[in-house]
């Protein structure tokens, strides 16, 4: 037996187990890229228009920054370039979750000692972990290639390559974390944080230099990406500095593991205090929730600042353009177009806040078939307290981080603060709105509660992509984000933003109801 | 005396299972009172209604003198619960679990839990992920028996207990008894609830079939009885209440109903003892003989 006896069945087992999770992060992924010549195609249809189109986003800083630069005016060239950094950052999720979730999470829930006492070698389970990952990476790198090829199959290569390759260099990144940490949920939270540097470190070098040139885009992997120059006479040698990367970050992680114990780690878990303070539900609450509140709110300060850094820039982008204009006018309403920027992004931050609300409503069910609502509720706590505990969070939540953003583009942008913080907070209603329905299915049917994901998911692709499309009214006006004033810029209208409200009440007060009647499930 | 816990004609179902089926309980105030059954008997299901957290399908239940259902808030003030099965916050230490609980019921008395956490050699900065099935079992009970309260109901509290720790438990029931609280003890664990209970109700199916004080219960059971002889035993065949009867020249094995037993031991002492165990009768068998019976009954 050597140390990787056990690997070949441990990858058949790993791929059987992620057989839905990677084809959907795979189908995700290859639609978002492959769709790309297409839709730049609607909009910018002739080669003078993209000439046009490259020669505005080269001297626009805020662009490089969300982006990237951009090297040629095909459209394999300007696809690389508009979804590159985006479908990287998929490949590299995808990748630490797989690896994270065959290697630490195995071994925290205990499973993995199991495993361990079979026939297997003391390097199969990290090693089976990460040929999972390559297997992903690889069938991503063969669809992109495969369905770019029309754009010219050299780029289409490069451009497969380079995003396996940033998978990969995550996915090993997430070996070594996963040796570190205790808990494969702050694995994954490290890793993540990893991404979220690589994307700094690349949107801080390419803000200064409009060809990727800065030192701080080469520490990147994500700047590796865009350094490839797929498309645009590609530079192959890019691609050893993944492979290096992937070598050295994979030695580390086994070297890590060899030193090591089964379920230990080398930062072990902080002891905490021996006595407490949490007295009520609603601190409990709080405690449970400040992290993802205090992660939104950031999240949303930064995105009203960065969109509304953009603002002037899209609008100039948008005025030459008939396609794009006639899809933001849509969206954000005809009142000029940066108010009709500044609307479509403020109703986009709302349709993302609706993810927010069903993850905090949703508390209340993870609470309760784990087991851990039960005992509480055993105490002197009326259901109803206890449901009020995480409803004020989900709902008072959603208006904190929508203030955040109408804050963010006052800073971002500077101009029109009233009527975009009036904007943001009337998107509020709405959100209210995708809460109610969610808290309606907890109360009433439990076990439907977590298809109010699939409702929030249904409600930002329509308030996406139905204004592309130019979805008819009466489909757009299934969402409650339809139904609200396009501001700024539009008229005032009180009616729908009343009757929203209204909805919400009935929707919470229903959910109540049922909750405070049903058998709490078990 | 008073009663903690009154329960009478308990329906509830789920679906088409009938997890309670005309389900009685009656727990006097200040007993330590067993709740046996096997798995899936309903044992789980009495206790959630008696906390308010199902609703009956019909029957009525009062739990210190209040309706579980419409009341629960009043009545959980005075009523510590632990779960079978306790899940823990993966990010809160045991201690503040610990001190949340004992705040939401009555309060909670700080020597007590001091006291507990010693004897239960439970470490309270520990996280709630890295707590073992007993070590979170632990953390319930250490809340439970250090909260300020009337009645306690222990759902199989030891299951995840290694054997000294639950001779500690064990200990703490006895004194929570002196103590004068009530306790309700679901189990499965016989020589537990033999060692601790007052008295004992028994179900099966959903329903009662059985209550009393262990000595009510001891004329269900057989003793185990083998001897060795001075010569052949006889007339022990024609004896009522001998059953299992199994002679080996001079050895005899046999069970007997408990209260035939001065009658068995009268006719061994004729034939000469030299060597005589008899085996008290355990809950065990009393609760396996008592399913046999019943079943056979529904047999026939």
Known sequence: MTTFTGTGVLLRFSLRRDRVLIPVWLAVNALMVLSMPNTLRTLYGTAAERADLVSQLQTNASFRALIGPVFDTSLGALTAWRVGVYA????????????????RDEEESGRQELVASGMVGRRASLTAALLAAAVANAVLALLITAGLAGQGAPGALSFGLGLAGVGMVFATMAAIVAQLTESARLARGLTAAVLGAAFVLRAAGDSTTNDGSSALTWLSPLGWLENQRSFAHERWWVLALFAAAVAVQAVVAYELAGRRD????????????????????????????????????????LAGVVYGGLTDGAADLVRDNDNARQIFERMGGRNGLTDAFLASMVDMLGLIASLYIVASVLRLHGEETSGRAEPVLACAVSRLRWAASHLTIAFGGSALIMLLAGLGFAAGYGRQIGPVLGACLLQVTAVWVIGGVTLLLYGLAPRLAPAAWGIAVAVLLLGWIGPALNAPRIVLDLSPFGHLPKLPGGAMEWGPVCALLALAVLLVTGGLAGLRRRDLTT | M??????????????????????????????????????????????????????????????????????????HRRIAYVPGDVTLWRNLSGGEVIDLYGRLRGGLNAGRRADLIDRFELDPTKKGRTYSKG???????????????????????TSGLDPLMEEVFQRCVTEERERGRTILLSSHILSEVEELCDRVSIIRKGRTVETGSLADLRHLTRTSVSAELAGPPNGLANLPGVHDLDVRGHRVRLQVDTDQLDAVLRQLSESGVRSLTSTPPTLEELFLRHYQDLDEAAAR
């Open chain 1, 262 to 301: 089964l379920g230990m780690s080398f930062l072990p878990t902080r002891p905490g205090p021996p006595t407490g303070r949490l007295a009520t539900v609603g601190a409990l609450a709080w405690r449970l929730q400040r992290g993802s509140v205090l992660g939104w709110s950031i999240g949303f300060f």
């Open chain 2, 135 to 157: 070590n979170r079992q632990k953390v319930a009970l250490v809340a439970a028996f250090a909260s300020d309260v009337d009645l306690l109901i222990l759902d199989e509290p």
């Open chain 1, 88 to 103: 990287a950052a998929l490949a590299a999720a995808m990748s630490l979750l797989i690896v994270v979730r065959h290697t």
């Open chain 2, 2 to 75: 008073t009663k903690a816990i009154t329960v009478s004609g308990l329906h509830k179902s789920f679906g088409r299972t009938h997890a309670l089926d005309g389900l009685d309980l009656d727990v006097e105030t200040g007993e330590v009172h067993g709740f046996l059954g096997p798995n899936g008997a309903g044992k789980s299901t009495t206790i959630r209604v008696l906390l308010g957290l199902l609703r009956a399908d019909s029957g009525a239940a009062q739990v210190l003198g209040r309706d579980p259902w419409t009341d629960a808030v009043e009545a």
